[in-house]
């Protein structure tokens, strides 16, 4: 069975930072493709970063782009989420999960194309 666990999250001020972690068992994680996506009350879950198998592509919404960081650890079975400069709208509840299709690329933002998602860790931005 597929276990994914987020963590990390909490209240930091606009312009703080956080970094966020993601522990995948049941899965071979080196295999996957992995993305990281949050949700705001009454919005949609959005897709804000994901990372190829290898770590070496990753792809972020417009709304992250510089500010935040995705990356991996294939040893450690985790996934990480580095952001900086946060904002308020930043706050939400950020979710990790696994990529489930064959191809990866910029379209790899949408949470249709994942499976095994976690519970989520809250951020809270403060102004």
């Known amino acids: 069975q597929v276990q994914v666990v987020e963590s990390g999250g909490g209240l930091v001020q606009a312009g703080g930072s956080l970094r966020l972690s993601c522990t995948v068992s049941?899965?071979?994680?080196?295999?996957?493709?992995m993305g990281w996506f949050r949700q705001a009350p009454g919005k949609d879950r959005e897709g804000i970063a994901c990372i190829s198998v290898s770590g070496g592509i990753a792809y972020y919404a417009d709304s992250v782009k510089g500010r935040f960081t995705i990356a991996r650890d294939n040893a450690k079975s985790t996934l990480y989420l580095q952001m900086n400069s946060l904002k308020p709208e930043d706050t939400g509840m950020y979710y990790c999960a696994v990529h489930q299709r064959i191809s990866f690329g910029m379209s790899s933002l949408a949470p249709n194309k994942y499976d095994d998602w976690g519970q989520g860790t809250q951020v809270t931005v403060s102004s």
């Open positions: 049941g899965l071979t994680f080196g295999s996957y493709a």
